[in-house]
């Protein structure tokens, strides 16, 4: 029947003839790991929901990049977490200067050189007392927020990661990425930094963040969580696929340098289009929640551990994302060298 025809299964027949036709690649220097690093612990602190991933002390931490610099990964992203009794309502250890992911990027930028870029995750979930992305203040003219008369205030809070963009840059990241969803956060920041004089850092927007579920388990390792109401007054709502094209062009015209879909897996779609779309790298964020589905089904047999992440990672280089953040970063990278 299949004589004479296009046949599928010739280009599949041996091992060689498939590395040699992939159309997606994946390397090491594709992926970035979130790394979390906690003030006023003396060991490592495991994270419930993410076995394997773990709270660092700044000293783990540096191991650990070490090692994903020698796994050739591409990047770290950094979150901190202050100290017990440090959280306050404007979130004022993500910007001073003795705060622990600002001492934590000036250890790794001078331990690491180049090897790694160091992105800073900008926002102020994880250093607010309240636990919202952005300051709060009474509700006004009929706004119904974040439950109770408390809505994240736009405005203000950029004033604030205008200060934190310049104290990240001061400490040494390499890329500042804005993930708190304001409207006009690029603008603010690029407007910080060059003001500062950092005027060469690139600023990575996460401009198409959905308020999803699967932050789940990241809210355990950041203790980021909101105390009341939910995010879903900044964050997109998942029924969206065109918003996330007017958020992409938005940070573009504000000067973002490349952007970034979050979660990955759920949303490939609007990795796709946002890919075919525009033209700076575009990166994709495999949240906690899809390691952690992974991880839980490989812990029961239910899955193959290893051709589960490979095949997710895959997946979302093959959507049209460049650049993959994620929690596998340097397990994967030496499975792919
Ligand atoms: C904070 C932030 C979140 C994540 C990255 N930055 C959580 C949130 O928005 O609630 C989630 C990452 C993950 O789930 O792995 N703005």
């Known amino acids: 029947m299949t004589r004479g025809?296009?046949?599928?299964?010739?280009?599949?027949?041996?091992?060689?003839?498939?590395?040699?036709?992939?159309?997606?690649?994946?390397?090491?220097?594709?992926?970035?790991?979130?790394v979390f690093v906690k003030e006023g612990i003396d060991e490592p602190v495991p994270i419930g929901s993410m076995p394997g991933v773990?709270?660092?002390t700044t000293d783990s931490l540096r191991k650990a990049a070490h090692e994903a610099a020698e796994a050739g990964v591409g990047g770290l992203i950094l979150f901190g977490i202050p100290g017990e009794g440090k959280k306050d309502a404007s979130g004022s250890q993500a910007d001073a200067a003795d705060g622990v992911v600002n001492v934590a990027l000036q250890?790794?930028?001078?331990?690491?050189?180049?090897?790694?870029?160091?992105?800073?995750d900008l926002c102020l979930c994880e250093y607010t007392d309240h636990g919202h992305c952005g300051l709060v203040t009474p509700a006004r003219g009929g706004v119904r927020g974040q439950g109770g008369e408390l809505v994240v205030d736009n405005d203000p809070t950029l004033d604030r990661y205008a200060s934190v963009a310049v104290a990240q840059a001061q400490a040494g990241a390499h890329v500042i990425a804005p993930?708190?969803?304001m409207d006009g956060q690029v603008a603010a920041i690029r407007a910080?930094?060059?003001?500062?004089?950092y005027t060469e850092t690139p600023v990575l927007a996460y401009a198409a963040k959905y308020a999803s579920g699967f932050y789940g388990?990241?809210?355990?390792?950041?203790?980021?969580?909101?105390?009341f109401g939910d995010r879903s007054t900044y964050q997109m709502d998942p029924p969206n696929a065109d918003e996330a094209l007017r958020e992409v062009a938005q940070d573009l015209a504000e000067g973002a340098d490349a952007v970034m879909v979050k979660p990955a897996l759920p949303y490939l779609d609007v990795v796709a289009r946002v890919?075919?779309?525009v033209h700076v790298p575009v990166a994709a964020y495999q949240v906690s929640g899809e390691y952690a589905m992974v991880e839980a089904a490989a812990a029961r047999g239910w899955v193959d551990r290893r051709r589960a992440v490979l095949e997710t990672l895959t997946a979302i280089r093959r959507a049209g994302a460049g650049t993959v953040l994620t929690y596998w970063a340097v397990e994967a990278a030496r499975w792919l060298r």
């Open 54 to 56: 773990v709270q660092h």
């Open 275 to 277: 890919a075919d779309a």
């Open 192 to 197: 910080g930094l060059d003001g500062a004089g």
């Open 5 to 34: 025809f296009a046949r599928g299964r010739r280009l599949r027949s041996t091992p060689a003839l498939r590395r040699l036709t992939a159309q997606t690649r994946l390397a090491p220097a594709d992926l970035v790991l979130p």
């Open 217 to 227: 388990p990241f809210r355990e390792a950041a203790e980021g969580a909101p105390r």
């Open 107 to 120: 250890q790794l930028s001078a331990d690491l050189d180049d090897e790694l870029v160091l992105v800073a």
């Open 179 to 181: 993930s708190g969803m």
